[in-house]
Structures are given as structure tokens and as C-alpha cells.
């Protein structure tokens, strides 16, 4: 009786997909855990992979959390590399750029515990990215031709550095996730209510486009 050949393993015929599983499920793990509180045997336990291969692809638990960090920042650098920026007016560019910013850290958690962690550790393992290092080098290059176009019609004020801008508009959305806890509770007020969220939103946009762009181009609404 003639042996059927062995069927390939889901993992062999897509190892990107296993990849990318293992990448989702330990950012998950990452993100309640952090680095030392992460365990390899749980994220392979969550997994379509095992242990063997998580060290395969990633080489140890130290190279999967950059792995994961890497992808976390990959996500919303291409979230705004698809705004079509160029496409805006200025004042209408920074406002969408801010739009997204908030809208993206509270959809994803997990990134801004990740970020929390990272700088835990003082980001000793974001240095070791290149790739983090180009992807963030072109999301200010973004905001400099942005802040260029404001400069050229008026509609920016001068002497802003774009690299700060991006500080502030991150600073914002960001407290907005990291705080949101200990202020519902400290305040008895639920910071993650809807029409909260809806307040926020747009204190958020007005703080930055008032910080950027002169009176007469965002006036008091």
C-alpha cells in the first residue's frame, strides 16, 4: 500500500502569518505583563506555533519584545503615511494628523502599555532599532513639509520645530490612554465615557492647531 505523502503544516506554508500570530499574541502578553513579567511557554500556548518556533524566528524572549515593539510603531507610522497629508490644506493636514494620533491610541492600548514599559527601561531596546529609528525619521520629515506648506501660505506661525510638534501632539494623545484610569478614578468621572472621549478629542486638536497655526487661521470656533 503506496504511503500518502505528508501534508505541509500551517505554518510551513505560511510562516509570515505564524510570525505575524506569534508577534500579535505576545504584544498582547507584553502589554499586561511586561518584559519580565512575559512568558514564552503562554504566548506559545496562545499561539498556531510552539516554543521551538518563536525562538526560531525571534531568537530569544529579549529579540520577540523588540520584534514587537517594531511592530507596534510599523502600525501607526503606515496609519499615517495613508492620511494623503500632502493632499490638505496645512491647517486642515495637522488637524487630520492630530485626529488620527488620538483616535489610534485609544483603539490600541496595548501600543501605549508597550511604549510605558519601554521607557521603563529607559527605550535600551528601542535604540537597538534601526528600523524604528528610519520609521520615525520619516514621520517628522512628514510634519516638516507639512510645517513648510503652513510657513509658505501663513497660515503657521514661525519658529516651531517640527520634532516638537510631533512631542506635543503625542504628549496629548497619549495621556489621554496612560492616565485614563487613575483620573476616573482620583475624579469619579469616566475619562473614557463617549461624550468624553468626544470633549477630549477635540480640546486636543484645538490645543495643537492654536499652538501651531496663527489666529487669523484657526480662529476661536
Same mark, same amino acid.
Given at each position: ?6 501534508? $505541509? ?5 505560511? #510562516? ?5 500570530? *506569534? *508577534? ?24 498556531? @506555533?510552539?516554543?521551538?518556533? *518563536? ?15 517594531? @511592530? ?12 494623503? *497629508?500632502?493632499?490638505?490644506? #496645512?491647517? &486642515? ?11 489610534? =491610541? =485609544? %483603539? =490600541? ?14 527605550? %535600551?531596546?528601542?535604540?537597538? @532599532? ?12 512628514? !510634519? ?13 506661525? #514661525?519658529?516651531?520645530?517640527?520634532? &516638537? !510638534?510631533?512631542?506635543? !501632539? ?23 465615557? #463617549?461624550? +468624553? ?9 484645538? +490645543? ?6 496663527? $489666529?487669523?487661521?484657526? $480662529?476661536?470656533?
Amino acid at each position: 500500500m503506496t504511503k500518502r505523502a505528508a501534508r $505541509p503544516s500551517s505554518r510551513q506554508q505560511d #510562516p509570515e502569518g505564524t510570525r505575524q500570530n *506569534i *508577534i500579535e499574541v505576545a504584544s498582547q502578553e507584553f502589554a499586561l505583563n511586561g518584559l519580565s513579567g512575559a512568558r514564552i511557554d503562554e504566548i506559545a500556548a496562545k499561539t498556531r @506555533s510552539s516554543k521551538r518556533m *518563536i525562538y526560531y524566528y525571534f531568537g530569544d524572549k529579549d529579540g520577540l519584545y523588540l520584534s514587537a515593539l517594531e @511592530s507596534a510603531y510599523r502600525q501607526v507610522r503606515e496609519g499615517e503615511a495613508k492620511l494623503d *497629508i500632502a493632499g490638505l490644506s #496645512p491647517v &486642515e493636514g495637522l488637524r487630520r494628523l492630530v485626529e488620527f494620533t488620538f483616535d489610534h =491610541h =485609544h %483603539q =490600541h492600548e496595548d501600543f501605549i502599555r508597550m511604549v510605558m514599559i519601554e521607557n521603563i527601561h529607559h527605550g %535600551q531596546y528601542l535604540e537597538r @532599532s534601526s528600523l524604528v529609528r528610519d520609521l520615525n525619521v520619516t514621520a517628522i520629515a512628514h !510634519i516638516g513639509d507639512l510645517y513648510e506648506r503652513g510657513l509658505a501660505d501663513g497660515s503657521f506661525r #514661525p519658529g516651531l520645530d517640527p520634532l &516638537e !510638534i510631533h512631542w506635543q !501632539i503625542s504628549a496629548l494623545c497619549f495621556f489621554n490612554v496612560s492616565n485614563r484610569a487613575t483620573f476616573s478614578k482620583l475624579f469619579a468621572r469616566d475619562f473614557g465615557a #463617549p461624550d +468624553m472621549l468626544d470633549r477630549l478629542r477635540q480640546n486636543t486638536i484645538d +490645543m495643537v492647531l492654536r499652538y501651531v497655526a496663527r $489666529p487669523e487661521a484657526y $480662529p476661536d470656533r
